[in-house]
């Protein structure tokens, strides 16, 4: 099992900057590809980022690219979701979600941190 938490989320003017953390436990991190989604309300998960398990590759969503950047530390076994540029329709819940290595699907996720952005 692998146990998820994210944080860092809050409320934020458009404009402004957040930097999600997602602090991994219970396996060996380092082996998981790790991705960051979002959801609102009645509505269905959307990819915003991830990154590969090696580090060597990271991906985004059209919504965020060229404001978002998705990082790993493996001694801290945390992935980081740096957003800037924030827009009012950025606000979601961000779940992070690990793979292990090279899987399809996702295997766990965390139980999610809001991020507000007014104008």
């Known amino acids: 099992q692998v146990q998820l938490v994210e944080s860092g989320g809050g409320l934020v003017q458009a404009g402004g900057s957040l930097r999600l953390s997602c602090a991994a436990s219970g396996r060996t991190f380092s082996n998981y590809g790790m991705g960051w989604f979002r959801q609102a309300p009645g509505k269905g998960r959307e990819f915003v980022a991830s990154i590969t398990w090696t580090g060597a590759d990271t991906y985004y969503a059209d919504s965020g690219k060229g404001r978002f950047t998705i990082s790993r530390d493996n001694a801290k076994n945390t992935v980081y979701l740096q957003m800037n540029s924030l827009k009012t329709e950025d606000t979601d819940v961000y779940y992070c979600?690990?793979?292990?290595?090279?899987?399809?699907?996702?295997?766990?996720w965390g139980q999610g941190t809001q991020v507000t952005v007014s104008t």
């Open positions: 979600e690990a793979r292990f290595r090279t899987r399809s699907s996702y295997d766990y």
